[in-house]
């Protein structure tokens, strides 16, 4: 008796392991997000880390600091009021989608481009950033645009699920691309030689070239790339929330400090046109 | 899991390509390697003795993701260009190769040593001696624990991943972040992953059990 | 040279040594749940009870042959959808041990094997049930044998833990990663500094572990 009723907890662990596995399990994010949210006082948002005026770990206090960072603690200011907090758990290209359907994290504001085949699992708010993609090469390189990477034995560098890694392998079919798991190792795969060029959007590369005075940004952009703050499918209430944070900060001029402290002083940006 | 598998099958089929070249390549060569540092442990010289526990005991207590990145980020950037795969297959490779090197060791050192004895006194020198009489038999012994040396090699290649390296892991994570179906990808790629492993770690089981 | 000064300026090792805190903090915590959950599943699977060994067994041996990386993947992008969402250490915590506690399992096993049948015989003939005897005597004696084989298994469970880097767990080499890529200078000093912690760590537990078996044989 015993002994049976051990094998049947195991079959039915077996069988609920099997069931995670394939994917089979509800999701999670069936709740009101708002709601809970509003409940706790917290919002909870994936940023980047690694990704310098929008999401860096900056060594000295071990804060994330960034465009992107200040844009969820204004958000967050504006829903859930003056004492409303932003919680941030860092994320990579790779990782904030899973995280998000996941309901580890309540949204994204993570340099994510809006696109059609990202709209089919999560929702965008209206875009909130307006970047492109281009190109980082050394100083000194041959490369002016895209153009030129088109040819075979080319490499380029990117990040895995990165938007610019789909959008370049359309631009230049012929260049072979590298996909590195974030930006901070992409960068110094550029630096070691192992691509030509680092391709991903004009604010990120611009971060990267005030950092490492080796490098510049080349051949303009030659995509749009407005980035959204993303949350799950159905989460209407905060979309909406999150739209009415968004044109508030850009009516009371909020906004356009934001793009000030963090574009304000990067050479070869003209942050100007960024302002709404 | 099938529609990954239609849409994606020549991604993943490079993937297995290239983790069992790895894989492979990296078995090779630190079963030589590997070996080298076994007998010069059991050699008489007290350098030889003192520069492989000093590889070994290096390589045995350093992620391999540390060794692996060391040899695409930093070997470039001031030696010679190395790829990803190269470099993941050489960081497997050094890995590897101290673990292998103990196993190697344990097996020479089950050999009766009067068959070193024996075969120096019928006018061998230790070099012949080593590679006719004692490696072969300590081979044998050993070829259980190297065939889950490989299993652990086909695992670890996964290392390549971070270096884009076009391994099945590799593949795996691109094949997720384009269809955003993370599950599924990575079942997929797990399942690959087992059809190479789980036959091997079984038939090893069974070597062992039949030597034992 | 100037830049080795500078890399290790006190704000730079401070955050490598926080980095280096969260690798000891997941590597104990996970030693300490796989050493129970292996012990565990090492009993259950030498014991043959009847459905459920075979059952655990090809378990074991289905986790034993995945890649690491991807019982991580499957804890942190997984097991969400089971209602149960472990941040990142949390998950971490938990694939290493799900992981480590199979290859400990193994290892335990053929441990419990090794020790003479006669010594289970005698400690049931002088009125031990199954479970006393193999709790107080058998396995004090295999746990004795299999030091070494376990503490090199520790020792792997601590390097493993660098992997997590892929779902940003912020361990020592993830931070070592964040410094030298705000910095490529730094880029040699950070990997020496890899180098010398997790060798640090992982032979000092080595040097450790000769001791105790020494001491104990």
């Not at chain 1, 090469?137 to 380029?156: A, E, F, Q, R």
């Not at chain 3, 490598?16 to 796989?34: F, N, P």
């Not at chain 3, 378990?59 to 942190?76: E, G, Q, S």
Request: glycine share 8%; aromatic share 10%.
């Amino acid at each position: 008796m015993k002994k049976q009723f051990r094998l049947a907890t195991l079959l039915v662990a077996l069988g609920a392991l099997m069931l995670t596995l394939s994917g089979c399990g509800k999701s999670l994010s069936q709740q009101d997000v708002l709601q809970n949210d509003r409940k706790a006082n917290t919002i909870t948002w994936g940023v980047k880390a690694d990704t310098k005026l929008f999401g860096l770990m900056d060594v000295r206090d071990n804060q994330i600091k960034g465009f992107d960072v200040d844009m969820a603690k204004h958000i967050t200011r504006h829903i859930l009021g003056k004492k409303g907090k932003a919680k941030f758990i860092q994320v990579t290209s790779q990782s904030r989608i899973p995280l998000l359907k996941n309901g580890n994290i309540d949204a994204i504001i993570a340099t994510m481009t809006i696109t059609p085949q990202r709209e089919k699992v999560v929702s965008f708010s209206n875009s909130y950033f307006d970047a492109g993609q281009s190109l980082l090469v050394p100083n000194g390189s041959k490369i002016k645009n895209v153009s030129d990477l088109n040819k075979s034995g080319t490499t380029v560098l990117g990040v895995v699920g990165a938007n610019s890694v789909q959008n370049i392998k359309k631009f230049a079919p012929k260049a072979r691309v590298l996909e590195l798991q974030d930006y901070a190792q992409a960068l110094t795969s550029l630096k070691a030689g192992q691509g030509v060029a680092l391709t991903t959007d004009n604010g990120i590369l611009y971060g990267m070239a005030v950092q490492n005075p080796g490098f510049k940004v080349v051949g303009g952009t030659f995509t749009r790339e407005p980035y959204g703050v993303a949350v799950n499918k159905g989460q209407k209430p905060f979309t909406n929330e999150v739209n009415k944070a968004i044109k508030e900060m850009e009516a009371d001029g909020e906004y356009n400090q934001l793009i000030k402290k963090w574009f304000g002083n990067v050479p070869g940006f003209n942050y100007k046109e960024l302002e709404r | 899991m099938i529609t990954i598998l239609s849409d994606h099958w020549q991604e993943l089929l490079t993937g297995l390509g290239w983790t069992l070249l790895s894989s492979v390549l990296a078995l090779i060569f630190s079963l030589i390697i590997g070996s080298l540092f076994a007998i010069m442990e059991v050699t008489e010289s007290k350098v030889a003795r003192t520069i492989a526990r000093i590889y070994i005991e290096i390589f045995r207590n350093i992620p391999l993701l540390v060794i692996t990145s060391f040899f695409y980020l930093v070997i470039p950037m001031y030696v010679v260009k190395v790829n990803g795969f190269t470099a993941g297959t050489i960081g497997l490779t050094i890995y590897t190769s101290a673990f292998i090197a103990e196993t190697v060791r344990s097996g020479i050192q089950s050999v009766d040593p009067g068959q070193m004895e024996g075969a120096r006194a019928n006018g061998l020198t230790f070099w012949q001696a080593m590679s006719n009489v004692i490696l072969p038999q300590a081979f044998r012994l050993v070829i259980p624990p190297l065939g889950n040396q490989f299993v652990n090699l086909v695992k670890n290649s996964s290392v390549l991943a971070f270096v884009a390296g076009f391994d099945l892991m590799y593949q795996a994570n691109n094949i997720a972040s384009i269809t955003f179906d993370t599950i599924n990808s990575y079942m997929v790629v797990g399942v690959l992953y087992l059809i190479i492993t789980m036959p091997i770690s079984y038939y090893m089981r069974y070597l062992e059990k039949r030597l034992a | 040279m100037k830049s080795f000064i500078d890399a290790y300026s006190w704000i730079n090792l401070r955050y490598l040594l926080e980095g280096l805190w969260i690798t000891v903090e997941v590597s104990v915590a996970s030693v300490i749940l796989s050493f129970i959950l292996g012990s565990f599943l090492g009993i259950i699977r030498y014991t043959k009870i009847k459905y459920v060994s075979a059952i655990v067994g090809f378990i074991i041996d289905l986790i034993r042959n995945l890649p690491l990386l991807l019982i991580i993947f499957f804890t942190y992008f997984g097991l969400p959808n089971f209602g149960f969402k472990p941040e990142i250490i949390p998950a971490t915590i938990l694939a290493m041990t799900i992981f480590e506690s199979t290859m400990l399992a193994e290892i335990i096993r053929s441990g419990i094997q090794a020790v003479p049948n006669g010594q289970m015989e005698g400690a049931r003939a002088n009125g031990l049930t199954y479970w006393q005897a193999m709790f107080q005597i058998i396995l004090p004696q295999a746990y004795k044998k299999m030091i070494p084989a376990l503490v090199s298994q520790f020792i792997s469970l601590i390097k493993d833990t660098s992997l997590a880097t892929i779902i940003v767990l912020p361990d020592l080499t993830y931070h070592a990663q964040i410094i030298y890529g705000q910095n490529a200078n730094y880029i040699i000093p950070m990997f020496l500094a890899l180098a010398v912690m997790y060798f640090i760590v992982c032979y000092g537990l080595s040097v450790l572990a000769n001791y105790i078996d020494r001491r104990l044989a």
